[in-house]
T-cell receptor, first 114, second 114 residues
Framework: DQQVKQNSPSLSVQEGRISILNCDYTNSMFDYFLWYKKYPAEGPTFLISISSIKDKNEDGRFTVFLNKSAKHLSLHIVPSQPGDSAVYFCAARATPIAGNKLTFGGGTRVLVKP | EAQVTQNPRYLITVTGKKLTVTCSQNMNHEYMSWYRQDPGLGLRQIYYSMNVEVTDKGDVPEGYKVSRKEKRNFPLILESPSPNQTSLYFC?????????????FGPGTRLTVL
């Protein structure tokens, strides 16, 4: 059973508009949530994270929102740019006592159209 | 340059022929991990290591071995590869403890087992 789920396998958005990526989780013991971006033939690269005690974290064009009661987080990209076209993975981190493990969602492929 | 390197990047082999994928990091990270990426399943953890001589199983350890004799290296060993181990493999490293748990990923190794 997947503990972290990204229900939208793909998303297409016009350049300049907002991209919203969603992620749901089931385990209340995660202490950090992270978003990774992946281009073809490269490893995932870290984008932004949020602690489980926060509800929002912003870094430039990227904002992550966390709704703990709904066990849901989202990534907003505003404005979307063609270089944002990539696969985005949501990940949740177990506490260090539990091994620092990252559990990933299945990914959402984003296409930003010029 | 801070990085995680993996070799080889591409490998085609046959069932039962032992192989090793190497992973090395130059960031003095305590934590290292191996993941495999399969379509729709995101990245799943195979094995991880919290420090030298300390390794533990992840979610999908069957058919794999690891060792951590030095801090910088964490090779992945397939003693008798099978076609269901055809996948894209990523090595990752991070600091361990009360940080956000951001992991740095290598470029990936695409393995095909015939």
């Amino acid at each position: 059973d997947q503990q972290v789920k990204q229900n939208s396998p793909s998303l297409s958005v016009q350049e300049g508009r907002i991209s919203i990526l969603n992620c749901d989780y089931t385990n209340s013991m995660f202490d950090y949530f992270l978003w990774y971006k992946k281009y073809p033939a490269e490893g995932p690269t870290f984008l932004i994270s949020i602690s489980s005690i926060k509800d929002k974290n912003e870094d430039g064009r990227f904002t992550v929102f966390l709704n703990k009661s709904a066990k849901h987080l989202s990534l907003h990209i505003v404005p979307s740019q063609p270089g944002d076209s990539a696969v985005y993975f949501c990940a949740a981190r177990a506490t260090p006592i539990a091994g620092n493990k990252l559990t990933f969602g299945g990914g959402t492929r984003v296409l930003v159209k010029p | 340059e801070a990085q995680v390197t993996q070799n080889p990047r591409y490998l085609i082999t046959v069932t039962g022929k032992k192989l090793t994928v190497t992973c090395s990091q130059n960031m003095n990270h305590e934590y290292m991990s191996w993941y495999r990426q399969d379509p729709g399943l995101g990245l799943r953890q195979i094995y991880y290591s919290m420090n030298v001589e300390v390794t533990d199983k992840g979610d999908v350890p069957e058919g794999y071995k690891v060792s951590r004799k030095e801090k910088r290296n964490f090779p992945l060993i397939l003693e008798s590869p099978s076609p269901n181990q055809t996948s894209l493999y990523f090595c990752a490293s991070s600091l361990f403890g009360l940080t956000s748990g951001e992991q740095f990923f290598g470029p990936g190794t695409r393995l095909t087992v015939l």
